[in-house]
């Protein structure tokens, strides 16, 4: 069966650095676009970084710009978010996203908190 496990997700301080992986499984990974979500409490899920199928082209949302990067390894199936000079309002539970015209996956969500 399709599977999106995420990992990575932890406490760390303003300013420090987390990198999230994403394994998918049970899917012709090549074949779908990856993004990253996330949702902080009390807020919309709202799309954080997209990767196209071949990762040639990767966006960014303005507020994470220049500081997380997105990624992936077709040959692992995995997909990855750097994010670096983390902020508390990036604190939220970042979901991985695998989408191919009507096919959408999700992950359960990795915690992410950003506090001092």
């Known amino acids: 069966q399709v599977q999106l496990v995420e990992s990575g997700g932890g406490l760390v301080q303003p300013g420090g650095s987390l990198r999230l992986s994403c394994a998918a499984s049970g899917f012709t990974f090549s074949s779908y676009a990856m993004s990253w979500y996330r949702q902080a409490p009390g807020k919309e899920r709202e799309l954080v970084a997209p990767?196209?199928?071949?990762?040639?082209?990767?966006n960014y949302a303005d507020s994470v710009k220049g500081r997380f990067t997105i990624s992936r390894d077709n040959a692992k199936k995995m997909v990855f978010l750097q994010m670096n000079s983390l902020k508390p309002e990036d604190t939220a539970v970042y979901y991985c996203?695998?989408?191919?015209?009507?096919?959408?996956?999700w992950g359960q969500g990795t915690q992410v908190t950003v506090s001092s």
């Open positions: 990767i196209t199928s071949a990762g040639s082209t990767t």
């Open positions: 996203n695998a989408r191919r015209s009507v096919y959408v996956y």
